[in-house]
């Protein structure tokens, strides 16, 4: 993990509205870090962003989230396209727009909050590939989440009910094998797990931040 982000700067942006200018923020990719993508075979491009919280801090990502939760990507569903912008090139104006990644999770275990695990419900990932699926944009320090993996997710709840996960570390992969056909006892699993043991530390030292705060569609309090 890198190291933190120096605290002494101007106070972090909140780590959601910084998507409100994510499409701008394609015109400072990294093009220096590209690396190819173990599942689509084509390049990844990483995106800088400004955050209220340290997002390399688990108390402050935790503290931050509306739920955070162990889930399994059942399938990646679709990618939508946001925040559309007219940038300049060589060749004339492009028209340049931020890919957001559509999943179907299954909720296994609540770490903050209560949402549904009857079922799967979406999710949707800043990040993903641009129109022409020439590339694929992540921000710095992030993974894409793939179909039949766990991770832990950092979730926001929007103003419509929605999902989103969004900026660094904002999933963190756990290394646990599963098959929906075979029973598991997912608490074991997950204990034995030294990153999900970390976040529960981190959920004892949350650190909360005063903002305005939403109820996903999903939540179990919403359910008759």
């Given amino acids: 993990m890198r190291a933190k982000i120096k605290t002494n700067k101007k106070k972090y942006l909140f780590a959601v509205s910084v998507l409100i200018i994510a499409a701008a923020a394609f015109i ?4 220096n870090k590209e690396l190819i993508s173990a599942n689509a075979g084509i390049p990844t491009s990483y995106l800088h962003g400004s955050f209220r ?3 390399y801090d688990q108390s402050a990502l935790v503290g931050d989230a509306d739920y955070v939760f162990a889930g399994r990507v059942e399938e990646q569903t679709d990618t939508e396209y946001k925040f559309s912008v007219v940038g300049e090139t060589s060749d004339g104006p492009v028209e340049l727009s931020s890919p957001y990644t559509n999943y179907s999770v299954t909720v296994l275990k609540n770490i903050k909050g209560e ?3 009857d079922s799967a419900i979406p999710v949707q990932k800043a990040g993903g590939l641009e129109k022409d699926k020439s590339t694929s944009f992540v921000y710095e320090d992030d993974v894409l989440p793939e179909a039949g ?3 832990v997710f950092f979730a926001y709840a929007q103003p419509d009910g929605s ?3 969004s900026g660094p570390n904002s999933n963190i992969p756990l290394e646990i094998t599963t098959n929906k056909k075979i029973n598991i006892n997912i608490d074991s699993a997950l204990n034995k797990t030294e990153e999900y043991k970390d976040v529960l530390s981190a959920l004892e030292n949350q650190k909360t931040t005063d903002r305005q705060r939403f109820v996903s569609d999903y939540d179990a ?3 008759k």
């Fill in 53 to 55: 919280i340290d997002v």
């Fill in 28 to 31: 400072s990719v990294n093009q």
């Fill in 221 to 223: 309090s919403n359910q």
């Fill in 115 to 117: 949402l549904i695990q």
């Fill in 149 to 151: 993996e766990i991770y």
């Fill in 163 to 165: 999902l989103l996960v």
